[in-house]
Each structure stands twice: as structure tokens, then as C-alpha cells.
């Protein structure tokens, strides 16, 4: 794909705010005029000679920076990246790079438009949780104490790389599934600090608090985190089971509710740290695991790996371009909540719930479970996939596997018809056990509209996509 092209790919997806490995002249220059915002990174082969150049350092700034700014808006520079954990070799050139790079900055008097900081692995960070003893690795506080004062000093964020993920892979039979997924959890379910109290009911958020307080630890207090990766693999070999499509839409699309519900954390629920996307497009010339080219939101050819389900949090990522999105029942909801939320349905919410009848083509499997879900996609298909249109009081959740079976033929995979189908109110009792109560029944008009999928062409390179929260 060329700059250009993959440009035009960015503007369709509604991408606002992207993070680059390099910092590449082809998509600079094409993002141009954009708006959308843009992270550049120095590539840690490049730390030596800038690192020991401030006549280096100057060029890079000004090849790479003042060539596009402001008609690219740069926002960012990230030096290096994981270059404690990955290159420890060059650590010591760490701090001598980012002070000349900001030099630069100033001499271009775009110091405060344009932070820098460098990206960070999480293993950093010691005796994780409780958030509240974690501390930074004493092999590089020579490295942290200087870096945590010059982002202090300079207002720029303290760049981590988050990955519940492997903090669930690493730790199976102490960090549950649902924990690492952001999924509604039962108060007996939640971690707990024992020295703070403050209850964490996903991975996250204990990982960015023990960020803070591993800066607390050091007396600094004033500079934000900043989650520069985050994200789930699809697709992974016979060793990673957890890596799955379900897995991953499960985990980014709670992660984007998450941020944008701008909820903080338990620490600092004043704060909500931004978070990148790991990634935008799989890379398929990654060597094994297999997870490792399947970090994804898009297929090489810019089709979607899956459908994020990000219901009630406004436009963000235009990847559902087939238009399918169904809205079915939560797992682990009890029978007579969900009664409840179905009499609602077919009754005040006016979803056609005709072909729940007896005899009809979706009364089998008969249980509520099965009636709510047919009958939550009818009203959410008739709303327009509104935002906030399938919710029934948190027992329903947006899929974009088609819950269609047999005969049976959900809403959301029916084309547009002006045929309206009418029972008058009635009530059928259930003929088995579990079998759900249908009442009032009305006519609706079932719309849903299939759109091709829209074909790119190949990208071998990674971009992060932004979750935007912060000027970051």
C-alpha cells in the first residue's frame, strides 16, 4: 500500500491518531493536511549516533519534525522502544539521546507542542501486584531517575506497553480469563489491594497503578502514563489457546468501552490514561509464534480480522463495513432478569417478536435465552444500531458472529422489507421447562443493509491505532 493509499485507509476508518515504528517521509508527508495526529519513533538503531551527536540529534529533528510540522501534526517522539528489556546495550545512550533531541526541539521552538519520551516493557516493573508495592527494576534506576525527572520537567508521559494478555498467560490459575478481558465481574471476582483496599476489576488498570506507584516509590507524582501498546492476538498455535478472534474482539472492544468511559483507574480515577492499539494490520512475515502476526484489527488486505462491538461509545474505527453487528444476550444472566428485559422487548420496545411463536422458524431452541436474543436483535436492528440500543439494563452485548441457526434467521441478516408482520397482544405460555413468556406483540419493520467489503492492498508494516483520550 502506498502512503497515499494507506492514508485514504486511515481517513475511512475514521483513524484520528495513529503511532509509527520510524518516522517514515512517505506517510509524513501524506498525512499532511489530515489532522490526524501522528507518533514518530526513533528506531533504536538510530540511538547511537543521535545519542552521541547533538549535531545528529539536530538534523534528525529537522528532517523528520520541522520538514512536516505543522501541516502534519506531529504530537510525539518516541525514542527507542523497550530499549532497556530489548537493548540494554544502548541504555546508556537513552538520556543522552532524548536531552539532544529536545535541545533540538527547543532550537526550534517546538518544545511544547512536541513531547518526547521512549516506550517501555512492563517488566520494568517488580512484584506487580498489589499495585501499591510494585517498584521499578533497581538495575535501572540510573536510567528511570533521570528519565522520570526530565518528563516532570518537561510535562511529557511516562510511555508503558501493557499486555494483560501475557500477564494472563504467564499466571493461568491465579489471573482469571475474565479479569484479563475487562468482563463484568462479581464482587468476590475483583482483585484487592490488601495495603490500599482499592478493588481492580480488570488486569489494566492494576498494571498502569503500578506504574504510578512505582513513580510514587521515587517521590514523582506529576507525570501521566501514556499506554503506547495494548492488545489481544487472534489467531495463535496449539501453545496459545487464549488467542483467539472471540478473545481479542472481547478484549479491544472492552478496552476502547473502558478508556472511553473516562472511569481512571482505582488510584487515580481523575485520570484516564490514552491507549494505542496494538495493532492496526496483522504482519504476516512475523517469524513464530504464530501469535505474533496476528495482533491485528485488518487482514494484509485491510479487510477486518473482526468487528469490534463498541456500542454506546460514538463513532470510533469504521472497520464494520459489512454492516453486520447483532445484538444478543449476555452469558451468566439469570432467568428472570432476562424475562424481564424480553417482556420489555416485545412489549413497550415494540421489537417483532412473531417468529418466537410457537411453531415459527425461531421458537426452537425454545428457552429465553434464545426468545431475548432474537428479540433483542429485532429492536436493535430497528433502532438503527443506535448507540446504546442494545443494553436491556447490561444483559445484552453486541456480537458480530451471526447468532443465525437453521431456519432461524436473525434481524440484523435480513435485508430491508416493507412487510410488517402482526401478532396483536398475546401471550404464549412456555411449553418446557426454560421456555421464555412472550406478551404484547407488535409489528416492526426489520432493516438491516449489507454492504460489500472494501479491499486494500497489502501493508507489511505496523501502525497503532489510537484510542483518544489525551493531546498524546
Known sequence: MSATELVSFLQFQKVTHIKLYDADPDILKALAKT????????????????????????????????????????????????????????????????ESLYSALVAANLHNQIKISTPHSASIILDPFPPSQSFFNQSWISVIQPLLQFLSKTGSPLMMNFYPYYVFMQNKG??????????????SQE???????????????????????????????????????????????SKEPYATIDNADTYNS?????????????????????????????????????????????????????????????????????????????????????????????GPGRANCSEIQP???????????????????SYYQKQGRAAGSCDFKGVA??????????SCIFPGSKKITNEARTVVNTTSPSNGAGGSRLTS????????????????????????????????
Open 35 to 98: 489532522k490526524i495526529r501522528v507518533i514518530i519513533s526513533v528506531p533504536n538503531n538510530q540511538l547511537l549516533a543521535i545519542g552521541s551527536s547533538n549535531t545528529t540529534a539536530a538534523s534528525w529533528i529537522g528532517k523528520n519534525v520541522v520538514a512536516y510540522y505543522p501541516q502534519t501534526v506531529i504530537t510525539a517522539i518516541a525514542v527507542g522502544d523497550e530499549v532497556l528489556t530489548t537493548v540494554p546495550s544502548s541504555a546508556p545512550l537513552l538520556m543522552p539521546a532524548i
Open 174 to 187: 491465579v489471573v482469571p480469563l475474565d479479569n484479563s478481558l475487562f468482563k463484568p465481574l462479581k464482587p
Open 191 to 237: 482483585m484487592v489491594d490488601p495495603n490500599t483496599l482499592l478493588h481492580y476489576t480488570n488486569v489494566l488498570d492494576a498494571m498502569v497503578d503500578a506504574a504510578y506507584f512505582s513513580m510514587r516509590s521515587m517521590n514523582f507524582t506529576d507525570v501521566v502514563v501514556l499506554v503506547t501498546e495494548s492488545g489481544w492476538p487472534s489467531k495463535g498455535d
Open 254 to 346: 472492552n478496552l476502547i468501552k473502558h478508556v472511553l468511559d473516562r472511569s481512571g483507574t482505582p488510584l487515580h480515577p481523575e485520570i484516564t490514561s490514552s491507549v494505542y492499539l496494538y495493532e492496526l494490520f496483522n504482519e504476516d512475515l512475523r517469524s513464530p509464534p504464530v501469535s505474533e502476526a496476528n495482533w491485528g484489527l485488518f487482514h494484509a488486505n485491510s479487510t477486518p480480522v473482526y468487528l469490534l462491538h463498541v456500542s454506546g461509545s460514538g463513532t470510533f474505527l469504521a472497520n464494520d463495513t459489512t454492516n453486520r453487528t447483532y445484538c444478543i444476550v449476555m452469558d451468566g444472566v439469570d432467568s428472570k432478569t432476562l424475562q424481564a428485559a424480553l417482556d420489555w422487548a416485545c
Open 359 to 377: 411453531g415459527e422458524n425461531c421458537f426452537q431452541p425454545n428457552n429465553v435465552k434464545n426468545h431475548a436474543s432474537y428479540a433483542f436483535d
Open 397 to 406: 452485548m453486541i456480537t458480530t458472529t451471526d447468532p443465525s441457526h437453521g
Open 441 to 472: 406483540f407488535y409489528s416492526s419493520r426489520i432493516s438491516a443493509v449489507d454492504k460489500a467489503l472494501k479491499t486494500f492492498l497489502t501493508i507489511i508494516f505496523s501502525i497503532l491505532l489510537y484510542i483518544p483520550f489525551m493531546m498524546f
